[in-house]
């Protein structure tokens, strides 16, 4: 019996050994397991295609145009009149931005028709030039989100999209209000998280500004410079989680970082839309902005230069931070800035005036072609408010300059105060056509501004 429990451990272990090609093409059938796994059902978010809106040439406002509009209007001192010239000539914005037809006319028409006027115009252009550009069914999109700031009408602006298009009942929508200039990055984040449960899912975000309901008519500086920089447009964004849309997606999502630094009273009332001594309503530009705004970048590079800078950046950026601590007086610090071009290949950063631009200019440390197309996007379109980052990709691809691999950081700022940042990687190689906004005129850009413009 103990003879026929006794085995020859060398051959047992032997028949258990795998041979080395078998072992190969083991961990071959393994990799490609986890490759198919990886790809099926990761949380990769897409961005198929961006649409942004080009108004007719009836909708131009010209400086010399608008200084002559209010004018005639007779709403304005001669003192009010003398310094939005001023700014005017100063903002960076050129001659063929647009209004809508509301603040056109006189008197001007600030109602709720003609502001629902303007949004339809914006918003049903660029939705109805996406579908048609990808054949796109209205009922295929699962996930609608809309945001503009100052207008929130009853029923929602996704309400009107539904309606117009024909979305099937259980889409689901959402309609972000007051959440400045920032708020189109910001919708990209709330599309992102939800992508991360609704799988094989189309997104579709909109971002837009209504003028007709911003227009300020009193005499209160801070507010008139929101008369002088911001303008008509608005963009169409189309996302999604499908692996089938792989092939055909411009870019994939690599990050998105959100600042908020609203627990401050100075960041909160940064950018505030409130009534002035006489009534009258408009959003107010504090002077401290360049500084708030400094302090949200600032936070907001923190948390994206440990996910983006290569090891060799961070670890410059680490000996910096601890030589100026130990070194350097701390009046004399001044922030930490790493060489985030490093990391990025494009930048573009929110058109929000031409002093704006030019401090992010200088705190990231970036060329002149670096924030080509931001400035470009100023003076051709003006602040777009949500939308201008989308102008400033378009301009980029408009001319060429992203290639596949490159990665693009769209850098967006806003009331509340917020800063976010969204990292996009090129993954397609890519053609403009009709559709850029830019399509018709690129040949004439860049432009040189001039520091005061001629109106």
């Not at 059902?41 to 198929?48: D, H, Q, T």
């Not at 942004?52 to 608008?66: E, L, N, Q, W």
């Not at 001192?77 to 647009?98: A, C, D, P």
């Not at 109805?128 to 796109?136: A, D, E, P």
Request: aromatic letters at 10%.
């Amino acid at each position: 019996m103990e003879g026929l429990l006794m085995f020859d451990q060398t051959n047992f272990v032997g028949t258990l050994s795998i041979p080395f090609p078998d072992l190969k093409l083991s961990l071959a059938i393994v990799l490609v397991a986890i490759f198919i796994y990886i790809t099926f059902n990761s949380k990769r978010v897409f961005l198929v295609d961006f649409v942004c809106h080009k108004a007719h040439d009836s909708y131009r406002v010209p400086i010399s145009t608008f200084i002559e509009h209010e004018e005639i209007l007779g709403k304005f001192s001669s003192q009010t009149l003398e310094f939005q010239t001023k700014v005017l000539e100063r903002s960076g914005i050129g001659n063929e931005t647009y209004f809508p037809n509301g603040l056109h006319l006189f008197p001007i028409d600030q109602s709720l028709n003609s502001t629902i006027e303007e949004v339809e115009m914006v918003l049903f252009t660029i939705v109805q030039t996406l579908f048609t550009k990808h054949g796109i069914n209205p009922k295929n999109i699962d996930i609608l989100i809309t945001n503009c700031s100052v207008t929130c009408p009853t029923p929602s602006l996704a309400s009107m999209i539904i309606n117009k298009f024909g979305f099937r009942s259980n889409v689901k929508n959402f309609n972000l209000s007051g959440m400045g200039c920032s708020s189109g990055l910001l919708s990209i984040s709330l599309a992102k998280e939800l992508l991360k449960v609704h799988k094989n899912s189309l997104v579709l975000v909109l971002s837009t500004e209504s003028m007709c309901s911003n227009m300020y008519h009193g005499k209160e500086k801070s507010m008139l410079l929101a008369n002088c920089l911001f303008r008509m447009g608005g963009a169409a964004i189309l996302l999604s989680n499908r692996s089938s849309d792989r092939h055909i997606a411009k870019y994939e999502l690599k990050h998105l970082i959100r600042t908020h630094l609203g627990a401050k009273d100075s960041s909160y009332k940064c950018v505030v839309q409130q009534p002035d001594d006489e009534g009258f309503i408009g959003v107010s530009l504090s002077r401290q902005i360049l500084q708030v705004a400094g302090e949200g970048l600032k936070v907001n590079m923190a948390a994206l230069a440990l996910l983006v800078l290569p090891y060799s950046e961070l670890i410059k950026y680490g000996l910096s931070i601890s030589w100026k601590k130990l070194w350097v007086p701390a009046k004399k610090r001044g922030p930490h800035i790493p060489n985030f071009k490093k990391a990025f290949d494009h930048f573009c950063v929110h058109a929000g005036g031409k002093t704006v631009v030019d401090a992010i200019k200088e705190s990231l440390k970036l060329k002149d072609r670096d924030i080509e197309g931001s400035k470009m996007t100023l003076f051709r379109f003006g602040n777009t408010s949500s939308s201008s980052t989308w102008y400033t990709l378009a301009y980029l691809e408009a001319q060429g300059k992203v290639k596949r691999g490159e990665k693009v950081w769209q850098l967006a700022l806003g009331s509340g105060f917020k800063c976010n940042s969204a990292v996009w990687k090129c993954i397609n190689m890519m053609k403009a056509d009709a559709s850029n906004v830019w399509w018709d005129g690129i040949d004439q850009y860049p432009v040189q501004i001039p520091d005061v413009m001629d109106h």
